[in-house]
């Protein structure tokens, strides 16, 4: 029932670096590596190690990272395609009797694609992992993300949480009310037909109050002067050090992508 | 302590349960419910109420050991249980999830996989029970709060429990629902669990009352001892 942070409390300087800091180099860096041209594995490996070390840093450690950042798994099939569409050579690989022809170019576009959607995702695991929500999305604001979008994120959040609530409630709901027959050798379970319906009757209900308690949760918003426009706290704006880390940062991966872009391939 | 009743129906040895948060909601609890039994489990908000009573149906399963009618909840018993455990929540839109009342009533028999005519016969029974005969073809979601409560109820009677666990089952009805509610619980023959801060209802309705208080069961006795020693409610939030 681990429902309400990504953020896991640590002492470290990740964590206690200004989150505007934090978000600027975490987009620059996701940037920077995603404009490397296929097959410069030099330069992935380099972006590794940086947010290895910054993982490490983090005292969150490599292995917190890796288990997350399997959910890249999934979105990485979406290149899959590339392995049979793009030129020749091709190679024949023999894969459950069958002979797949797999285009050499097409290989290595997708697993450069691979790498760099996880090494990406580690980047934004590490950025939700050590920095608050609110700290979040106070640096989008003084970063001049316009507020209605920093507004549709934060009210997002919100809301899903109140959507898992009520769906965890509804499934509790359900579970007690999934017996068996105390007699007689009738197997519990339904057809599957009926359960398909049963899902389809919470999945629509659920709809209908997450609407209601969305409503009232506005309405309360709006009695207690919510106009669209999240209060804004006076926050100090970066010092020197924190200037400098950016400035470095950005360097490094301005720099790592430079000979990436002239000496690959 | 009240006259034990010979049969113990619900069995709870040295039940605890930790939240993954790492806050504890039951500590060493044991408890032991006999036939007939209508027991009342009151204490202040965040006592472990809840938590215990989605611990009797393996909802939660905490350490320790319960059993019902002499069976273990573990992984492989929950559907047993579940069927003679009848749990009705406190909010009756979380029990009530399909297009029609009668689809809502049938869901328990059609999910243990009960003949079509035993169905219909569980569901028409029920619904007499609750008094809500004729109301088969409504749409839950439009019932009134009174309503939804005895639906929820319904729902749960068609699965012929022996067991019924109550959470706040009177909150946020009016005085005339509220009313009527209490007149159907008194009709109805199953023993019962009852969590409650309804004092009124304690004293009307149960015949034995157990005080929990931050995981802790502080008191246990019958409603004229418990809600006539006012330090014992006072300490414990329920004055």
Redesign the interface.
């Known amino acids: 029932?681990?429902t309400h942070d990504f953020y896991e409390p640590r002492v470290s300087v990740v964590h206690q670096s200004d989150a505007r800091v934090k978000v600027i180099l975490t987009l620059a860096f996701i940037l920077a590596i995603n404009l490397l041209p296929p097959g410069t594995w030099a330069n992935y490996l380099l972006f590794l190690s940086l947010i290895f070390s910054a993982e490490i840093l983090s005292r969150l450690g490599i292995g917190y990272h890796l288990k997350r950042s399997l959910l890249a798994l999934p979105f990485v099939l979406a290149a899959l395609p590339l392995l049979f569409t793009l030129p020749s050579p091709y190679h024949s690989i023999p894969i459950f009797g069958v002979n797949l022809q797999i285009s050499q170019p097409g290989l290595e576009r997708f697993l450069s694609i691979a790498v760099r959607s996880w090494i990406s995702i580690q980047a934004a695991i590490l950025l939700a992992a050590s920095t608050r929500f609110p700290d979040l999305m106070i640096a989008l604001r003084m970063l001049k993300i316009p507020p209605i979008f920093v507004a549709i994120i934060s009210l997002m959040w919100r809301y899903l949480f109140v959507i898992i609530e009520e769906a965890t409630?509804?499934e509790?709901?359900?579970?007690?009310?999934?017996?068996?027959?105390?007699y007689g050798s009738?197997?519990?379970?339904?057809r599957v037909w009926?359960r398909a319906k049963?899902t389809g009757?919470?999945v629509?209900?659920l709809f209908?109050?997450s609407l209601e308690r969305s409503d009232r949760i506005y309405a309360a918003m709006l009695s207690r002067g919510y106009n669209g426009n999240p209060p804004t706290a006076t926050i100090a704006p970066l010092n020197r050090q924190e200037t400098l880390t950016i400035v470095l940062g950005l360097l490094t991966f301005l720099f790592l992508l430079f000979t990436g872009l002239t000496l690959g391939v | 302590m009240p006259e034990p009743l010979p049969n113990p129906i619900i069995e709870i040895q040295n039940l605890r349960f930790q939240y993954p948060d790492g806050k504890v909601a039951l500590e060493e609890l044991t408890l032991t419910i006999f036939t007939g039994e209508k027991v009342a489990l009151v204490g202040p908000n965040g006592a472990g109420k809840s938590t215990l009573i989605l611990h009797l149906n393996g909802i939660f399963q905490g350490k320790g050991s319960i059993r019902v009618k002499g069976v273990d909840i573990t992984s492989k018993t929950l559907e047993k249980v579940r069927s003679m455990v009848g749990l009705v929540f406190q909010n009756p839109d979380d029990q009530l999830f399909s297009p029609t009342v009668y689809e809502d009533v049938a869901y328990g028999p059609v999910y243990m996989g009960l003949p079509k005519a035993e169905v219909h016969a569980r569901v028409t029974a029920a619904l007499n029970a609750v008094h809500m005969q004729g109301f088969e073809q409504n749409v839950p979601f439009h019932l009134s709060g009174g309503e939804k409560k005895r639906v929820a109820i319904a729902t749960v009677l068609s699965m012929q429990p022996e067991i019924l666990v109550f959470d706040e089952p009177t909150a946020g009805l009016d005085p005339r629902s509220r009313r009527e509610f209490i007149e159907l619980l008194e009709e109805l023959p199953q023993t019962m669990l009852i969590a409650t801060h309804d004092l009124d209802l304690v004293q009307r309705m149960t015949n034995r009352v157990v005080v929990i208080d931050r995981g802790k069961i502080v008191a246990d006795g019958s409603p004229e001892q418990i809600l006539g020693d006012h330090a014992l409610l006072l300490a414990h939030g329920l004055a």
């Open positions: 029932m681990r409630r509804l509790r709901a359900r579970s007690s009310r999934s017996g068996a027959a105390p009738a197997r519990p379970g339904g009926w049963v009757g919470m629509g209900n209908l109050r």
